[in-house]
């Protein structure tokens, strides 16, 4: 399975929180490829910045540790944000629901809104 980790689900595996059974299994099994969104960076970026989240500050690091694999935002990714409906209203979100559609991965996270995209999720 290719997984792509919620924000916040990057963060708990780090800071090692609250997740489900079938989230942990899925992120640690070693046969899933496990990818993190350039998008889920700028997400954290933004929020340390403005003093509204504490996160590790070498993260890039961590993540290259735990051997997560970046993904890059591309234009059709910025593109197919456009074309899903209004079910969530915040950026970040929307732009991993339109990642993993584009790239089909099955999207790690707490927010049960976003399976109503028609992605594949695992609830965090």
Excluded: C
């Excluded at 919620?6 to 708990?12: A, E, G, K, N, P």
């Excluded at 954290?44 to 890059?72: H, Q, S, T, Y």
């Amino acid at each position: 399975m290719n997984l792509l980790l919620d924000t916040h689900v990057v963060l708990w595996w780090l800071g090692d929180q609250r997740l489900t059974d079938a989230a942990y299994t899925a992120i640690a099994t070693p046969d899933n490829a496990v990818f993190v969104s350039a998008a889920s960076a700028w997400e954290i970026g933004v929020k340390k910045a403005l003093g509204k989240l504490r996160a590790p500050d070498d993260l890039e690091e961590l993540l290259e540790r735990e051997r997560f694999m970046p993904l890059p935002v591309t234009i059709a990714h910025g593109l197919a944000v456009g074309s899903l409906p209004k079910v969530h209203g915040d950026p970040f979100d929307r732009l991993l629901v339109a990642q993993a559609g584009r790239e089909s991965l099955t999207l790690v996270t707490r927010d049960e809104r976003l399976g109503e995209y028609g992605i594949p999720i695992v609830l965090a």
